[in-house]
């Protein structure tokens, strides 16, 4: 049963809403969306427009909360870790695509905030912050599992080492752009400018 909830938990995380969004407003793979070619949210916000991001944020963070309440359901309190952490799996590395998906921020973020909510939002909070400072999406993924690990071991060792897996897979998400960032070549998002720039038009 554990075997087979948590495979249902992974199918449900390779559903990848920023493929069927940008399939059906451009008739083009999510791969074609820019440099990085990456089905998320932020890619297809940035080229799409804020609604198709949107729709896509909406679905990842759904398609995570029911493949983690349904591993809660039939496995207990332990379920929830293992049906976000196997669902983000899914949509990390799709087996329908080459196991080439996306970074898993907004289904680690979820699950996080759904584990521990008023420590998850702080870790949340942090990561914003992080963003914020350094300017880069990367660290700012990274920051907010991270923190959670402390928290995870402190309720059981099992909840800590999937706190480490998500932190890890962000880490390995990341790494192209982690690279670039001691050459200051990796992209830079001013989320604060962004904010201006849209209130002045």
């Known amino acids: 049963m554990q075997i087979l909830i948590i495979l249902i938990s992974y199918l449900l995380g390779t559903i990848l809403f920023g493929e069927i969004v940008t399939q059906v407003l451009t008739h083009h793979s999510a791969s074609e969306l820019g440099t990085s070619g990456n089905p998320g949210m932020a890619n297809v916000m940035a080229h799409l427009g804020i609604v198709p991001g949107v729709i896509v944020l909406l679905g990842d963070v759904g398609k995570c909360l029911l493949a983690a309440l349904l591993s809660a359901h039939f496995l207990g309190d332990q379920g929830l870790l ?15 695509r080459h196991f080439k998906g996306g970074k898993g ?3 680690t973020c979820i ?5 521990a909510p008023l420590y998850g939002l702080f870790s949340l909070i942090m990561g914003l912050i992080t963003v914020i400072i350094t300017q880069y999406l990367s660290l700012g993924g990274i920051v907010i599992p991270l923190l959670m690990i402390p928290y995870a071991f402190y309720q059981n060792v099992s909840d800590g080492i999937v706190m480490i897996i998500f932190t890890l897979l962000m880490i390995y998400k990341f790494m192209p752009q982690l690279k670039l960032i001691p050459s200051h070549q990796a992209e830079k998002t001013d989320l604060i400018g962004a904010i201006k720039r849209k209130r002045r038009k």
């Open 82 to 96: 293992l049906g976000g952490l196997a669902a983000t799996i899914g949509h990390d590395f799709p087996f329908w």
């Open 105 to 107: 921020v907004a289904t």
């Open 111 to 115: 699950l996080i905030f759904m584990y």
